[in-house]
């Protein structure tokens, strides 16, 4: 067992940026408050000695509110932490001094890290670490996270361990205390209102907020769509490549199991990972740029007119954006908001955005209508995808309206959200993070999911009983529900078998339709979307997968995470039939308008 | 108090002063924690696109309040920007 480090501080301030340093590791991090809502761990070892360090989500007093802030906050009063490290913002010492003061007080052994000295500098605001050392009486050591600045001197203090305050405040309340403080130790030389940040915030927070937000989304969906064509279409042919010449290198096999295992499982997989997999990995690092340059709370901000009005909390949309990228992150991330029950409203809709894995299928579906308006061009698929997500995040609203006034009724409770400043984002961290983690995670999950989902398909299909095959039987009796919903049974069957990741849906659909026999190569999206509409496919068809798309049943995942989060089995039963419901509904109704 | 008012009401550019904060205890001590003390300097900065939320700054952050919240805290106005 080596010493025990926990890093706590006010939120952003660059805790986790501090921990990925120290530990090597590569923790998620974010420009906003309360990206981390749990703690991680990892360790180091300097001259011999292993330290085990904790992160800890960003906390504003010892009085937490917030279920992140709970979480920080009884950790910190565990008796077998030997060095609390608190990591300030050198730019916002002034409130970011309360904090320290009073972790200072209690801890046992403490040492204090000035991090962002070089956003300080930037800003021209000096800050005297030799007076800050004096007046808090620990250690004081000034780091810049970002370009690694003082982490081996951060590390040093670490290995000689910290140091218990000599002189506490001696009764003076903490605020005025940290007021003193800062007067002494720094020299505040900012324009507030009228530095480069404020003029960035009064265009983009400002009349043209949501324009300006439609058109970054927009930017970003495009260079999604004709992004994704490119490493797609290389895919699919590898894959149609490899899936012959397994074809002929089996042939000692029997063809029972040689179609088992190279046309239903290998190819579910290929598709997965070819046709889906591409969207995923262009639009994750292009939604994580805006995250890292800090623009998702003014995307709050802009937006909590129109949340506010629902009965929603403010900050549910950083929870919806957290969904954007996985529905089991949304609602997780839905602790950072206070209040019991607009948190569980924040939980219960989160799984109407669509997550990273339901993007490609929307891609497509947008590739079908705009293929039916007689164009197949990227900008008209990119205004069909804006389209729907804006859909989806105004049918969240009309959820939670709906919840806010039946079940959760209640007044929307006091919102405060903090602004940061604007930061260059970690380009290289970002690629890396989304290029090699995430999509070694969803390959991962596609091999795992798809492969046996793929060979149960190709199972269902090809076990005959009674002169129909078992997927014959099962489509068919799903088939009266699909056709009130403007689908078939096949589509409604590929949902369901997706429920453990929903990326899988569309390719087990076509594997439904190519009914397991041999069918022209998926060379792209658009060839996909060729396939479905030779099958019967139209417009309407499309619009309501869509919808069944954006609503229905969340994934195993989410439900497992929804579960963990609020302890409960009927709310867990809610968040299933909530989108499950509203789906069924609005397909029937477009079903039943066309 | 005499010439002390809501901060939702003060305009954007203006620096004032807190004199007083009201509310439930609760919602009066988060505000305290986020930095809005008695005697600290908070400048409206710009307000959303309706006139709700409003971003202040204080103690060198910026936080963005709903009219309805800033109501509580009660401001002098120190001077022009």
């Not at chain 1, 608190?86 to 000035?114: F, G």
């Not at chain 1, 955005?353 to 008209?380: D, E, Q, W």
């Given at each position: 067992m080596g010493a025990k480090i926990c890093l706590v501080g006010n939120?952003?301030?660059?805790k986790s940026t501090v921990f990925n340093l120290l530990t090597g590791m590569r923790q998620h991090t974010g420009?906003?408050?309360?990206?981390?809502?749990g703690s991680a761990e990892g360790s180091f070892v300097y001259g011999g000695k292993s330290m085990d360090v904790v992160d800890l989500p960003g906390i504003?007093?010892?009085?937490?509110?917030?279920e992140d802030e709970r979480y920080a906050v009884d950790f910190l009063s565990?008796?077998?932490?030997?060095t609390v490290v608190v990591v300030l913002d050198a730019t916002c010492l002034e409130r970011n001094l309360i904090l320290a003061l009073q972790v200072i007080d209690c801890a046992e052994k403490a040492i204090v890290c000035v991090n962002l000295m070089d956003e300080a500098r930037r800003k021209n605001i000096g800050v005297d670490l030799e007076v800050l050392h004096r007046e808090l009486g620990v250690r004081v050591i000034g780091t810049s996270a970002g370009t690694g600045e003082g982490i081996g001197e951060l590390k040093k203090a670490i290995y000689e361990g910290g140091s218990r305050?000599?002189?506490?405040?001696?009764?003076?309340?903490f605020s005025e205390r940290a007021e003193e403080i800062y007067k002494k130790a720094v020299d505040y030389g900012c324009d507030v209102y009228n530095c480069l940040d404020r003029k960035i915030d009064r265009i983009v927070m400002g009349v043209w907020g949501l324009p300006i937000m439609l058109a970054l989304l927009g930017v970003i969906f495009y260079i999604t769509v004709e992004g994704a064509n490119i490493p797609s279409a290389f895919l699919s042919s590898c894959f149609a490549a490899a899936e012959s010449r397994l074809w002929e290198l089996s042939g000692f096999m029997p063809l029972f199991l040689r179609g088992l295992l190279i046309r239903g499982l290998f190819r579910t997989v290929g598709w997965v990972v070819s046709v889906m997999l591409p969207p995923m990995a262009v639009f994750f690092p292009l939604f994580t740029l805006l995250e890292d340059v800090g623009y998702l709370p003014r995307i709050a901000f802009v937006l909590d007119r129109f949340f506010k009005r629902a009965g929603a909390h403010g900050k549910m949309v950083l929870t919806i954006c957290m969904g954007f990228g996985c529905n089991a992150v949304g609602v997780t991330a839905?602790?950072?908001?206070?209040s019991p029950r607009e948190r569980l409203i924040a939980i219960l809709t989160n799984s109407f955005v669509p997550c990273n894995g339901r993007f490609p299928s929307i891609i497509m579906l947008a590739a079908i209508f705009t293929a039916g308006a007689g164009s197949m061009s990227g900008l008209g698929i990119t205004a069909a995808v804006l389209a729907a997500v804006s859909a989806s995040v105004i049918i969240s609203l009309a959820a939670s309206m709906l919840l806010s006034r039946t079940v959760l009724k209640g007044v929307p409770s006091s919102f405060v959200l903090e602004l940061p400043p604007y930061r260059k984002p970690h380009i290289l961290g970002i690629l890396y993070r989304s290029l090699v983690d995430r999509t070694m995670f969803v390959f991962g999950r596609a091999v795992a999911v798809a492969a046996p989902a793929g060979a149960l398909i190709w199972l269902l299909q090809n076990i005959h009983i009674g002169g129909g095959s078992l997927i014959f039987y099962i489509s068919d009796a799903l088939e009266p529900l699909g056709r009130f919903m403007g689908m078939d049974g096949k589509l409604l069957t590929a949902f369901i078998l997706g429920m453990p990741a929903n990326e899988i849906v569309l390719p087990l659909a076509a594997m439904c339709y190519s009914g397991g026999s041999y069918i022209t190569d998926i060379e792209s999206t658009a060839s996909f979307a060729q396939l479905l509409c030779s099958n019967g496919w139209t417009i309407k068809t499309a619009v309501c997968t869509l919808v069944f798309t954006l609503c229905h049943f969340p994934c195993t995942t989410t439900l497992l995470t929804v579960k963990k989060e609020t302890g409960s089995l009927k709310w867990t039963a809610a968040a299933f039939l909530l989108p499950l419901v509203t789906g069924i509904l609005l397909c029937g109704i477009i079903n039943f308008i066309f | 108090m005499s010439d002390a008012m809501p901060l939702s009401c003060i305009p954007v550019g203006t620096r004032g002063e807190i004199v007083a904060i009201k509310g439930g205890f609760k919602n009066r001590d988060r505000l305290m924690e986020l930095g809005?003390?008695?005697?600290t300097e908070v400048i409206p900065l710009h307000t959303g696109?309706?006139?709700?939320?409003t971003a202040y700054f204080v103690r060198g952050a910026v936080m963005a309040l709903r009219n309805e919240d800033a109501d509580n805290i009660f401001i002098r106005i120190k001077e022009e920007y």
């Amino acid at each position: 067992m080596g010493a025990k480090i926990c890093l706590v501080g006010n939120p952003n301030t660059g805790k986790s940026t501090v921990f990925n340093l120290l530990t090597g590791m590569r923790q998620h991090t974010g420009n906003w408050s309360g990206k981390t809502v749990g703690s991680a761990e990892g360790s180091f070892v300097y001259g011999g000695k292993s330290m085990d360090v904790v992160d800890l989500p960003g906390i504003y007093s010892l009085n937490p509110i917030s279920e992140d802030e709970r979480y920080a906050v009884d950790f910190l009063s565990r008796d077998d932490i030997d060095t609390v490290v608190v990591v300030l913002d050198a730019t916002c010492l002034e409130r970011n001094l309360i904090l320290a003061l009073q972790v200072i007080d209690c801890a046992e052994k403490a040492i204090v890290c000035v991090n962002l000295m070089d956003e300080a500098r930037r800003k021209n605001i000096g800050v005297d670490l030799e007076v800050l050392h004096r007046e808090l009486g620990v250690r004081v050591i000034g780091t810049s996270a970002g370009t690694g600045e003082g982490i081996g001197e951060l590390k040093k203090a670490i290995y000689e361990g910290g140091s218990r305050c000599v002189h506490s405040s001696g009764g003076a309340a903490f605020s005025e205390r940290a007021e003193e403080i800062y007067k002494k130790a720094v020299d505040y030389g900012c324009d507030v209102y009228n530095c480069l940040d404020r003029k960035i915030d009064r265009i983009v927070m400002g009349v043209w907020g949501l324009p300006i937000m439609l058109a970054l989304l927009g930017v970003i969906f495009y260079i999604t769509v004709e992004g994704a064509n490119i490493p797609s279409a290389f895919l699919s042919s590898c894959f149609a490549a490899a899936e012959s010449r397994l074809w002929e290198l089996s042939g000692f096999m029997p063809l029972f199991l040689r179609g088992l295992l190279i046309r239903g499982l290998f190819r579910t997989v290929g598709w997965v990972v070819s046709v889906m997999l591409p969207p995923m990995a262009v639009f994750f690092p292009l939604f994580t740029l805006l995250e890292d340059v800090g623009y998702l709370p003014r995307i709050a901000f802009v937006l909590d007119r129109f949340f506010k009005r629902a009965g929603a909390h403010g900050k549910m949309v950083l929870t919806i954006c957290m969904g954007f990228g996985c529905n089991a992150v949304g609602v997780t991330a839905a602790r950072i908001i206070e209040s019991p029950r607009e948190r569980l409203i924040a939980i219960l809709t989160n799984s109407f955005v669509p997550c990273n894995g339901r993007f490609p299928s929307i891609i497509m579906l947008a590739a079908i209508f705009t293929a039916g308006a007689g164009s197949m061009s990227g900008l008209g698929i990119t205004a069909a995808v804006l389209a729907a997500v804006s859909a989806s995040v105004i049918i969240s609203l009309a959820a939670s309206m709906l919840l806010s006034r039946t079940v959760l009724k209640g007044v929307p409770s006091s919102f405060v959200l903090e602004l940061p400043p604007y930061r260059k984002p970690h380009i290289l961290g970002i690629l890396y993070r989304s290029l090699v983690d995430r999509t070694m995670f969803v390959f991962g999950r596609a091999v795992a999911v798809a492969a046996p989902a793929g060979a149960l398909i190709w199972l269902l299909q090809n076990i005959h009983i009674g002169g129909g095959s078992l997927i014959f039987y099962i489509s068919d009796a799903l088939e009266p529900l699909g056709r009130f919903m403007g689908m078939d049974g096949k589509l409604l069957t590929a949902f369901i078998l997706g429920m453990p990741a929903n990326e899988i849906v569309l390719p087990l659909a076509a594997m439904c339709y190519s009914g397991g026999s041999y069918i022209t190569d998926i060379e792209s999206t658009a060839s996909f979307a060729q396939l479905l509409c030779s099958n019967g496919w139209t417009i309407k068809t499309a619009v309501c997968t869509l919808v069944f798309t954006l609503c229905h049943f969340p994934c195993t995942t989410t439900l497992l995470t929804v579960k963990k989060e609020t302890g409960s089995l009927k709310w867990t039963a809610a968040a299933f039939l909530l989108p499950l419901v509203t789906g069924i509904l609005l397909c029937g109704i477009i079903n039943f308008i066309f | 108090m005499s010439d002390a008012m809501p901060l939702s009401c003060i305009p954007v550019g203006t620096r004032g002063e807190i004199v007083a904060i009201k509310g439930g205890f609760k919602n009066r001590d988060r505000l305290m924690e986020l930095g809005f003390t008695k005697n600290t300097e908070v400048i409206p900065l710009h307000t959303g696109p309706g006139g709700n939320p409003t971003a202040y700054f204080v103690r060198g952050a910026v936080m963005a309040l709903r009219n309805e919240d800033a109501d509580n805290i009660f401001i002098r106005i120190k001077e022009e920007y």
